[in-house]
């Protein structure tokens, strides 16, 4: 089975948390942010993949708005079949490119040997439980700096948790994690 086909075919497209606010809202809660992903297949716009070139890279554009405030944060991910589990590997983003304003649109074109994975990441793995993708890492940006993913995907929903520690400390993130539903 092609799993990797599965795990990006869910990720793939534009979500957003609307639901999800409508709950924190209503809740009361202040400082949960209205999020956005946009996330879009990248190979065609990478020169020179290796012949039979399996993973799959994606741009992810995330927006995130509190109290009229929006934050832009992009990523580059290359998604790889490893067994039965898929991997998120971090790439930096291409030479020139500023990680608040980069967009699949603006993407160049970029030679596939220019390409880096990110030193700072751990890469990621998912594995299926009861019928959805759920993994994450742990990484160390520094030896005070500790970042912690956990998601989980499924048709219905994208889960997401970031967490920011600073010597233990939570810095950034939240005590629910982000829904994302397709738009």
């Given at each position: 089975?092609?799993?990797?086909?599965?795990?990006?075919?869910?990720?793939?497209g534009?979500?957003?948390?609307?639901?999800?606010?409508?709950?924190?809202?209503?809740?009361?809660?202040?400082?949960?942010?209205?999020?956005?992903?946009?996330n879009?297949?990248?190979?065609?716009?990478?020169?020179?993949?290796?012949?039979?070139f399996?993973?799959?890279?994606?741009?992810?554009?995330s927006?995130?708005?509190?109290?009229?405030?929006?934050?832009?944060?992009?990523h580059?991910?290359?998604?790889?079949?490893?067994g039965?589990?898929?991997?998120?590997?971090?790439?930096?983003?291409?030479?020139?490119?500023?990680?608040?304003?980069f967009?699949?649109?603006?993407m160049?074109?970029?030679?596939?040997?220019?390409?880096?994975?990110?030193?700072?990441?751990?890469?990621?793995?998912?594995?299926?439980?009861?019928?959805?993708?759920?993994g994450?890492?742990v990484?160390?940006?520094?030896?005070?700096?500790?970042?912690?993913?956990?998601e989980?995907?499924?048709?219905?929903?994208?889960?997401?948790?970031?967490t920011?520690?600073?010597?233990?400390?939570?810095t950034?993130?939240?005590?629910?994690?982000?829904?994302?539903?397709?738009?």
């Amino acid at each position: 089975m092609n799993n990797l086909g599965e795990f990006v075919g869910l990720l793939a497209g534009k979500f957003d948390n609307s639901e999800q606010m409508k709950t924190v809202e209503a809740e009361g809660v202040k400082g949960f942010p209205f999020s956005e992903h946009v996330n879009t297949i990248c190979n065609g716009k990478i020169d020179g993949l290796p012949q039979g070139f399996a993973g799959v890279f994606l741009v992810e554009e995330s927006y995130y708005t509190v109290e009229d405030k929006t934050r832009a944060v992009a990523h580059l991910f290359l998604f790889t079949q490893e067994g039965e589990d898929v991997l998120l590997t971090s790439y930096d983003l291409p030479e020139g490119c500023d990680g608040a304003r980069f967009t699949y649109e603006n993407m160049p074109r970029t030679p596939y040997g220019a390409l880096k994975p990110s030193a700072k990441f751990t890469p990621a793995r998912y594995s299926r439980k009861d019928g959805a993708w759920e993994g994450g890492s742990v990484s160390m940006f520094s030896p005070a700096l500790k970042f912690t993913l956990w998601e989980r995907f499924s048709p219905e929903v994208l889960e997401v948790s970031e967490t920011m520690e600073v010597n233990g400390k939570k810095t950034m993130g939240y005590d629910r994690p982000i829904l994302y539903k397709r738009k």
